[in-house]
């Protein structure tokens, strides 16, 4: 277990040394310049997070699109949309990172098959 937790703290060093996680932190730091961009941008994350989980049965499509509609300001904003696309950055590296313990470790039969 201790060489695991050793690898895993290497790995958060070197992901924390990565220019897709640095860009995110000074994109974070420039967004937090702005109180009110970035209450609206953090408006924006959590009403995303809770659409995108909430296990309902209502249209997801048309969901997201009224939220887009809600927040477009956001979008056309150059230091918000900076944060947004390096948030998107990291977020598939560690999509990318969970894939591969899942398939490495041949979890997939479990998640994919009933």
């Known amino acids: 277990m201790q060489e695991i937790k050793e690898s895993l703290d290497e790995f958060i060093r070197v992901l924390q040394k990565s220019d897709a996680f640095c860009r995110y932190q000074d994109a974070h730091r420039r967004v937090q310049e702005y109180p009110e961009k970035f209450h609206r941008l953090q408006e924006f994350r959590r009403k995303n997070y809770l659409m995108q989980n909430s296990g309902g049965t209502a249209d997801l499509l048309a969901e997201s699109e009224r939220l ?47």
Not at 72 to 86: G, I, N
Not at 90 to 108: A, H, K, P, S
């Open 68 to 114: 887009m509609k809600d927040y477009e300001d956001l979008y056309v904003d150059p230091v918000v949309r900076e944060f947004m696309d390096a948030e998107v950055a990291v977020c598939r590296i560690m999509q990318m990172v969970n894939y591969e313990l899942v398939t490495c470790l041949e979890f997939e039969d479990v998640l994919v098959n009933d």
